[in-house]
């Protein structure tokens, strides 16, 4: 067990929460604790690495690192690879489920957990 305060901090919430240890969805979806573990878990271990694939839009795309990728390219993006990208996430190698609590918008956009859009996973 690499992170003991993460269970701590976790149990203390569900005890607190299901004293009679008696789970019910309306009490579950108040743990905000365990909700940033479930963020951060899916992060650190995709379900579903992917890859995904996208088409580059008529325009044509630059990269970042000044690369030009022609319109109609496909390009695959692995989940397992984004979700730990150091621009992104400070310190992606450590799980931290407080990375949650005031997650940039770009964080949240490059979660690959569940997709979005019309390839969303149907269970979101």
């Given amino acids: 067990l690499r992170q003991p305060a993460v269970l701590t901090t976790l149990k203390q919430e569900l005890e607190s929460t299901f004293p009679d240890g008696v789970l019910n ?4 979806e108040t743990c905000a604790f365990l909700n940033l573990c479930i ?6 271990i995709p ?3 992917g890859p995904f694939p ?3 839009p008529e325009a044509g795309m630059q990269l970042s690192d000044g690369r030009w990728l022609p319109p109609g390219t496909l390009v695959f993006v692995a989940a397992g690879v984004s979700n730990m990208d150091p621009k992104i996430y400070d310190k992606p190698e450590i799980y ?5 609590k005031n997650a940039t918008r770009e964080m949240e956009a490059s979660l690959l957990t569940f997709s979005s859009g019309p390839r969303q996973c149907l269970g979101v």
């Fill in 47 to 49: 379900a579903g690495p």
């Fill in 39 to 44: 963020k951060e878990s899916t992060r650190f």
């Fill in 96 to 100: 931290n489920p407080l990375r949650w």
């Fill in 54 to 56: 996208r088409v580059v």
């Fill in 25 to 28: 969805l309306k009490s579950l």
